[in-house]
Structure formats: structure tokens, C-alpha cells
């Protein structure tokens, strides 16, 4: 299980980012996780939860948006979204293809922040899990 | 106290730093001209084996081989990959199922790239983690054993989407688990289009000339685009 140590890059990934915005406070992370990621997203959001204790992004949540796999049909000459990554072959005509267009992607794409009241600041690993 | 939470768009690869490593790899592999080839299978599917023929033969035809391999725990596929000779070295990874860029990098710390023609990296026996991240090899083989069953592919249908070259190992066990090569191979060709194949035997040595034969033809492409 190698979802631990992506959920620790997830976290170093969205600290950094929330950090170029002046240290924000990290509500949730928004992922992009595609089929052929080789990442399994039950054990991702339970890894993310744990790996988040003790960071600034305690209590955040993660939200993952399922990517398919896209192909490109020779014989359709389109693109065409796989039904199974048990079976690379165009759903309209049955065409097997080995020209995967999308579905491997493992990125962050958004961020739910709010700005901290710069009165109330408190140490990094003390704001930890404060709602808004 | 803070403000309103609001959504902020970014966009960044949670693999980059693996990635990068991995570019640079390969562009250093490329500028000392080595051809790196990466190993996979589940544990027990005969990488060692294969690996420690594929070694013997290579340097018997003078080729400078070495090879980096991958464990949880002990160093016994190193010594048994010692026995042909070659450089070898341990990577143990502890509790970690794979290998990534940075321990293959820290790995060859001492070893002089242009000292070699190829590269032999055999990653921890697992048929999932692996998937994800890129080693920088030229080539990527995925094992799997008459003994595993035919359907393989299609319980692991990453693995195999990520490699380039299939490798039916054991054959000589396939009459003795009824194994069906057929069926097998339709496996691999569903989760892969087009994917080399080659049934070998590193037991009886069946095979092992077609996957000498094909790393050679990649070795060369591989040389010719560089």
C-alpha cells in the first residue's frame, strides 16, 4: 500500500501551495485521480486522514474526482471513454486500442481556503482542525 | 477566527518530485549511454531467477551489466544475483512496497554510469504500488508466473498498462497447473493492445534467447533515438 506516502505528498503539495497564499487556512483538497493512477481511493482517503494529523491540515477533507480512461480509436477515429480498464477496446465498435489519451492523472486542482484573521494567529500546528 | 472559505484553483502533479528525479535519470542513463530495464511481478513470479540468467549470459557475450534490486527486508537476491559476477546492490526499502526515483538514484551514488550497457533494476515483488512511479527506465517488464493464474492481467490491469513487455514465466510448470496460454495471453492483450509476450522458462532456459533477442532490439532503438 503505497497510498500513505501519496497522501503525504498531497499534504506537502497543498501546504506548499496554501502557504504562497499567505498561509491560508486549508478547508479541502481537491484531487484528480485517475483509473490508471494505480492509486486506490478508499485507501487514499483513509491514509489522508491519518497523514493529516498533526499538520496545519488537520480536519481538512479530501475530495476526489474519479477521472475514466480516455482512448483514441483508430477506427472511430474519436475519443472514446473506456467502460472497463479490463478491457482496452473502443465501446462503440469493439476496436481494442492501446493509445491511452487520459486516466493517469494524480493532481491536485483546487484548494478550499480562507484567510486567517492575522489578530488570532496562532502557531502552525496549533490552528490545526479550527473551523472558520 | 478566519474568513469565508473559498475555492482556489492550482494545478500540480502529486508525483512531480518523483517525475523530475525520474526525467533527469533518464537523461542521465542516456548521456552515458547505458539501457536501464526494469523488472516487476508479484513476489515469487521468478524475477530473481530470470534476472541472474539474463546477467551470466550478458557478461558471457561482454556485455558490462550490473543490476540494483529491490526488497523489504534481506539482501538474499542480491547474493544470489552476485553469483553471475556482475556488480550488484541491495535497495532495502523497509516497510516501503517500491522503489522510486530518489532510491534508485542514491543507489547508483557509487557506481560509474559509463562503466556500463545495461541496467537491470528489480523492483519489490508487488504488482500494485510500482505502477505509479517511474524509475527512469528505458524499459519496463512485467512477470507473471503459469502458477498465478491466467487472469493476471485483468485483477492487475495497471501494472500491465504501465509496462511495455509481458513475460510468461515458468512455463515448464504450465502442463502441471493446466495453464492456459491462450486465455493468457488474450489477458495481457486486453489490458495492453499490441504487448510484446514472450513464454520463458529461466529453469529450462526456453525463451531466454527471444528476451535476449528483444532487449537488444530496444537496446538499439533506444541508442538509435538518443
Redesign the interface.
Known amino acids: 500500500?503505497?497510498e500513505l506516502?501519496?497522501a503525504l505528498?498531497?499534504i506537502e503539495?497543498a501546504s506548499e501551495?496554501a502557504l504562497q497564499?499567505g498561509g491560508a487556512?486549508v478547508?479541502?483538497v481537491?484531487?484528480r485521480l485517475g483509473a490508471?493512477?494505480?492509486?486506490?481511493k478508499d485507501a487514499l482517503l483513509f491514509s489522508y486522514e491519518i497523514a493529516c494529523a498533526g499538520t496545519p491540515l488537520e480536519g481538512s477533507q479530501l475530495v476526489i474526482e474519479d477521472v475514466p480512461v480516455v482512448v483514441y480509436c483508430p477506427k472511430c477515429a474519436a475519443e472514446k471513454t473506456l467502460e472497463t480498464?479490463?478491457?482496452?477496446?473502443c465501446p462503440s465498435c469493439g476496436e481494442?486500442?492501446?493509445d491511452?489519451i487520459s486516466g493517469k492523472q494524480?493532481?491536485?486542482?483546487?484548494?478550499?481556503?480562507?484567510?486567517?484573521?492575522l489578530?488570532?494567529e496562532v502557531g502552525a500546528g496549533q490552528f490545526a482542525g479550527?473551523a472558520? | 477566527m478566519s474568513t469565508q472559505p473559498r475555492l482556489v484553483e492550482v494545478r500540480q502533479n502529486v508525483l512531480k518530485q518523483n517525475d523530475l528525479l525520474a526525467r533527469s535519470l533518464r537523461s542521465r542513463f542516456e548521456a552515458a549511454g547505458v539501457f536501464v530495464l526494469s523488472l516487476v511481478s508479484s513476489p515469487g513470479a521468478g524475477k530473481t531467477t530470470l534476472l541472474e540468467k539474463t546477467l551470466t549470459r550478458l557478461r558471457s557475450e561482454g556485455n558490462r551489466v550490473a543490476a540494483l534490486v529491490g526488497d523489504l527486508a534481506t539482501e538474499n537476491d542480491a547474493a544470489r544475483l552476485a553469483r553471475s559476477e556482475a556488480p550488484v546492490k541491495q535497495i532495502i526499502t523497509g516497510t516501503v512496497c517500491h522503489l522510486d526515483a530518489d532510491m534508485v538514484e542514491r543507489s547508483l551514488a557509487e557506481w560509474n554510469l559509463s562503466d556500463l550497457d545495461c541496467l537491470f533494476i528489480e523492483n519489490v515483488g508487488n504488482l500494485v504500488c510500482p505502477s505509479s512511479y517511474d524509475l527512469g527506465e528505458n524499459l519496463r517488464v512485467v512477470l507473471m508466473s503459469v502458477t498465478e493464474g491466467e487472469d493476471k492481467p485483468l485483477k492487475y490491469p495497471t501494472i500491465f498498462n504501465s509496462a511495455d513487455v509481458a513475460l510468461i514465466t515458468k512455463m515448464d510448470l504450465a502442463e502441471a497447473v493446466e495453464f492456459d496460454l491462450a486465455e493468457a495471453r488474450r489477458n495481457i492483450q486486453a489490458v495492453r493492445p499490441g504487448m510484446e509476450m514472450i513464454e520463458l522458462s529461466a529453469k529450462t532456459g526456453v525463451g531466454l534467447d527471444e528476451f535476449l533477442k528483444l532487449l537488444q532490439l530496444h537496446r538499439d532503438n533506444t541508442a538509435a533515438i538518443a
Open positions: 500500500m503505497h506516502s501519496i505528498s498531497i503539495g501551495e497564499r487556512q478547508h479541502a481537491h484531487l490508471l493512477s494505480g492509486v486506490v480498464i479490463q478491457r482496452f477496446c481494442l486500442t492501446p491511452v494524480l493532481e491536485l486542482i483546487g484548494l478550499e481556503i480562507s484567510e486567517r484573521d489578530s488570532s479550527v472558520s
